[in-house]
């Protein structure tokens, strides 16, 4: 169960983000893509809010300063919303721009005017019917999570954490379960604003590594808080708390009161969407090689 390797040609698309030194002096194009890393900590999620205190809000913040054309909207379409909390490897956006800049201007103009928290990682020219979203083949989640009977501290809000001891085998069999096509109502949101709760589960991949564990989510899209609930529901499985066979009730019942509840979203990042090679977005961020 493990999360599909890009193809060749994303994996050369992204090697080096050479972008940065052959790109042309102007970009010329009606569109582009750009890679967005942020640890999501003080952000009310991706999506903007009358409040401003959004990752889109202060992206569109930054686009606009560096245009340097108050007047001129700069519309931006990102690949998956975010939640409260979680960070992103590779969120992906796309935007028409009004004005003509080189792409690495675009990179370094824009990071000019984001917090320390937040950083465009690439730019990249695309056809004008390329969509961040509609685009994507599917998305990908990491959890890091710490197994210890202590807290975390340096990785504070960096990694979820349990006490309790974990079973790997109960939790891969749990997880088999739950991959394919599938009504995943027991594990959304009430906000959720998705049109459909049948959602494709492709692999989750879970690992150890000393204290820590990888719990690595892949689907053609999730619902809202869809892998912190699959999360609350696998760590009740794996801690002995609940069956295998609880979690297959709990996702043939559609009945989100049924399932455990929503795991915090610390150590939750979103690694981002992937997308036909034709493309050319960079498939292997500087961020998946820091991620522990």
Partial sequence: MSIPRPTRGQENAGAGLRFLESASPSSGHSRLALGLSYRGQAYHGWQSQPGGRTVQDHLQGALQAFIGQPKVAVNVVCAGRTDTGVHAVQQVVHIDPPVDRGLASWVRGTNRYLPSDVAVQWCQAVPADFHARYSARGRRYRFVLLQSVVRPSLETGLCGWVFRPLELSVMQSAARLLLGEHDFSAFRSA??????????????????????????????????????????????????????????????????????????????????????????????????????
């Fill in 191 to 292: 906000d959720c604003q998705s049109p459909t709760p049948l959602k494709t589960l492709r692999a989750i991949n879970i690992h150890q590594r000393g204290a820590y564990w990888h719990f690595d989510f892949d689907a053609n899209a999730f619902l809202q808080h869809m892998v912190r609930n699959l999360m609350g529901s696998l760590l009740a499985v794996g801690s002995g708390r609940r069956s295998v066979a609880w979690l297959a009730d709990v996702l043939a019942s559609r009945d989100r009161s049924l399932a455990a509840p929503t795991f915090p979203a610390d150590g939750l990042y979103f690694l981002g969407p992937y997308y036909d090679a034709h493309h050319g977005i960079p498939a292997h961020p500087p961020g998946l090689d820091w991620l522990p």
